[in-house]
DNA sequence: GCTGGTTATGTTATAAGCTAACGCAACGGT
DNA sequence: ACCGTTGCGTTAGCTTATAACATAACCAGC
């Protein structure tokens, strides 16, 4: 295990990170809120949740089922899947990327009302989270001033990471 | 045909209002448009633009198939709806709202680069889109401080136009 | 340790959304 | 009339997601 620097957050992470510590805290924050909220963290919930976290991508419901068929030899219902995954996003450990139809792993633990913006690599596929209030609230406004009750905002924001663009161009 | 107030635009049209010149104006931007870029707004282009069209709410494709099915007799497969939105959304007539995989037509002839925040009433359907440039530079903003070169930036807000939480609270 | 309610998962089937590949037809310029 | 381009039809198949019902695991209280 190389000592890399501990990864970025918010943002994206080094590339070259160390991921295990990454991981570590997806499940240790997914063994806390399970608890604190009386919900089970069963065993196919955190295969579930250790394929999306495996990494800072948004991946398919059907990816990771075809990630636990190749390590758990038998192949889930994809039913299965999904419950686990709505389950964890309920919890708030995994996000679905809208326009993608994927899901990533939370890896920040931001606050309960998620106002974040979500940053999502067209190259490497990365997704990252930054905070975002401020435009939280201009969307608030504008939704406000067309007579419009919010009871949730998305913004997904496509393009090019650091890392990816600064290697192409 | 009654004399109701015209279309509020941008924003949420009156539930009552006369949707005739709504949709009219669509069609008439769509002949513009398709003339001024050399495209052909071929007779199946023009009817799956006036089913979207015909309301202001988003509709899935599948929706438009049996609509269309349901008027001139034989069915269109999938892939030909698929083509004609296609089209329509290169056009600008037609926007994806990308949380719900369904389509709604643009009433508002806004400018090229689309920075418009989408509306969408989780009771009634309804789509509407509001000027956001503040917004859009609060996000590009966000994305710069990350390291990440944006490309587009999808902002959907789901909740209860004014109409659906002036009736239901 | 059995009982019975609750929660989680399995099983089966199907709905919904989308696209590839190929061929014919319609259009439009020369 | 010819031919290149664009649009549509046809067939087939893939991806994403859910409904409905049966069974299993968990756990609180007796």
Redesign the pocket.
């Known amino acids: 295990m190389t000592m890399n620097r501990t990864p970025t957050v918010p943002g994206f992470p080094d590339p070259g990170h160390d991921h295990a510590p990454c991981l570590a805290g997806v499940i240790a924050r997914a063994e806390t809120i399970f608890e604190r909220n009386g919900?089970?963290l069963?065993?196919?919930?955190r295969r579930v949740l250790e394929e999306v976290a495996s990494s800072h991508r948004a991946v398919?419901?059907?990816d990771v089922l075809d990630r636990l068929a190749r390590k758990g030899g038998r192949r889930?219902?994809?039913?299965?899947v999904?419950?686990?995954l709505d389950t964890l996003v309920v919890a708030g450990l995994v996000h679905r990327l809208e326009s993608r139809?994927a899901y990533f792993a939370c890896h920040a633990a931001h606050p309960a009302n998620r106002r974040q913006i979500v940053l999502a690599c067209e190259q490497c596929g990365a997704v990252a989270e930054v905070a975002g209030s401020a435009v939280f609230e201009g969307i608030a406004d504008a939704a406000g001033a067309a007579g419009f009750r919010m009871s949730q905002a998305l913004v997904e924001v496509s393009g090019a990471c650091k890392e990816c663009h600064g290697r192409s161009s």
């Open positions: 919900m089970r069963t065993e196919l919930r398919g419901a059907y889930l219902a994809p039913i299965s999904y419950r686990a139809n």
